[in-house]
């Protein structure tokens, strides 16, 4: 038996390939993809990105260009350069934007600069795309239906007790698996984590909205990044969400 996670968009691109894959429900409920820069520098309001340098993953030029466009700003004069993950880039006036995840990168430029870390979400501008989406083979739902339940309610306590025991859970992890980690950074990160997957009450482990995946593939058949549409209902086994 297997389990994975991935961006609803990926899975939605390895389906269309012909990946045996079906989703079993989200962890985030928002993308942590945003654009991070610093309230010092040039950047003030989002669509100020269309005329600044901004570094970007490999994932991020098509969003970008499509958030700012659906802005209605004019991406002729864009820029974007492929960049790593080091906010350090920003310091060094290298960027004045750069790619980021919510949970990892921009808490990294929060500890360098404090308040003068700023940062734009991508959920914010029009881009829906559920995280750290669960998946498996049809094979495994079909022959370990109760394997599947048993690994969705595990998971789900396991991040209900990290939410309510923060300082525990970092305990653990520095004390099992890395006692190198930086304590703030993995509580900080913890918490913007518990901001995506808990919106609002209620809401870990919500199912999915078919809807919202269904026009995210209609934006990835519209810039040629999936070849043919996939059965998204067909794709979402959520009956087994705890």
């Known amino acids: 038996l297997s389990f994975g996670s991935t961006e609803s968009n990926v899975l939605i691109g390895d389906a269309a390939e012909g990946a045996d894959v079906v989703a079993l429900g989200a962890m985030f409920q928002d993308s942590p993809?945003?654009?991070m820069y610093l309230k010092s520098g040039k950047v003030d309001t989002f669509s100020?990105?269309?005329?600044?340098?901004?570094?970007?993953?490999a994932d991020g030029a098509r969003v970008i260009a499509l958030l700012l466009e659906q802005q209605g700003v004019d991406t002729s004069d864009l820029v974007t350069f492929k960049a790593s993950y080091d906010p350090q880039q920003l310091l060094d006036d290298e960027a004045d934007?750069?790619?980021?995840?919510y949970i990892d990168e921009f808490v990294k430029l929060e500890q360098m600069v404090g308040d003068d870390a700023a940062v734009f979400l991508a959920r914010d501008y029009g881009y829906r795309a559920?995280?750290?989406?669960?998946?498996?083979?049809?094979d495994t739902v079909a022959d370990h239906p109760e394997a599947v339940a048993d690994f969705l309610a595990a998971t789900k306590r396991g991040w209900e007790y990290a939410f309510q025991y923060p300082e525990e859970t970092i305990d653990?992890?520095?004390e099992k698996y890395n006692p190198d980690l930086d304590r703030a950074y993995q509580l900080s990160s913890l918490s913007k984590?518990?901001?995506l997957m808990v919106p609002e009450a209620g809401a870990l482990f919500r199912p999915m909205d078919p809807a919202v995946l269904k026009a995210s593939q209609e934006h990835l058949l519209k810039y040629n990044l999936i070849s043919e549409a996939v059965d998204i209902d067909a794709l979402l086994v959520q009956e087994f969400l705890p």
Request: hydrophobic share 45%; with cysteine; glycine share 6%.
């Open 130 to 138: 559920y995280s750290q989406v669960m998946f498996t083979s049809r």
């Open 33 to 35: 993809m945003g654009w």
């Open 48 to 57: 100020d990105l269309a005329e600044y340098r901004v570094g970007i993953h």
């Open 193 to 195: 984590i518990q901001e």
């Open 172 to 174: 653990l992890i520095l």
């Open 97 to 101: 934007a750069l790619q980021c995840y």
